[in-house]
């Protein structure tokens, strides 16, 4: 399908034509990729929503740290301004998400991922780099490489529901810093276990580790 960067500051982005606000564009995306500064991110979900589209991944770090003139987290006042519109939400601090097999890439990975059948999941920007690094020297390929970043909406559960019911996944590795919805999580891993391999790798289970995640 076609790619619409929206920039209000350039005509064109990589050769392709801008558009300069959402409103202006001519088809409703089926994903948006924000990378934005922090202070945007909010308003542009908002935009997006009443656009129509149903799928937005926020690569924007930082939402936590800063807050709105309502003395909100800017993390919070973007689900807020998803919520109407049924918006789901990975991110935000994410590297992105590739999916070989369609040819999707919509991350700022260094490199491309190879087609496989191991889905890899993982909160950290950092190891997805390194696992497509070594992944490469060993020609390992990928059904879906996920990074989910703070997990603001979108959940390992979330993901694990959608990844053990396709059949272009043969096994699912996950690297996890914090669960935050437990038992969606846990129902969630038992029934796809029944299908494939779940292998979770979890940081941070001693406090120094907690903390550098």
């Known amino acids: 399908g076609p790619i619409l960067p929206v920039n209000p500051k350039h005509r064109a ?18 994903l948006a990729v924000v990378c934005t500064p922090p202070g945007t991110v909010p308003g542009l979900v908002a935009e997006l929503g009443a656009k129509g589209t149903k799928a937005a991944m926020v690569m924007t770090a930082g939402l936590n740290r800063e807050v709105d003139e309502s003395g909100r987290t800017l993390t ?31 991350s700022f990975a ?10 890899f999941v993982s909160q ?7 696992v497509l690094d070594w992944a490469r020297a060993h ?3 990928f059904s879906h490489f996920i990074s989910l970043g703070d ?3 979108v959940e390992f559960g979330d993901v694990i529901d959608y990844l053990g019911s396709i ?19 846990m129902s969630a891993a038992r029934a796809a276990a029944r299908n494939k391999p779940v292998l979770v790798i979890k940081a941070g289970r001693v406090a120094e580790g907690a903390r550098a995640a």
């Open 13 to 30: 982005v990589a050769g392709v034509l801008t558009y300069g606000d959402v409103d202006s564009l001519p088809t409703i995306p089926d």
């Open 151 to 153: 997990c603001a909406d």
């Open 110 to 119: 260094h490199l491309p991922a190879r087609p496989g059948k191991i889905a």
């Open 139 to 141: 020609d390992v390929g």
């Open 167 to 185: 059949p272009g996944t043969s096994a699912i590795l996950l690297y996890i810093e914090s669960i935050h919805q437990r038992r969606n999580f």
């Open 124 to 130: 950290s920007g950092a190891l997805c780099t390194a």
């Open 76 to 106: 919070d006042a973007m689900l807020e301004a998803a919520k109407p519109f049924g918006m789901r939400i990975v991110g935000p601090n994410c590297l992105g998400a590739l999916v070989p097999g369609v040819g999707l890439n919509a």
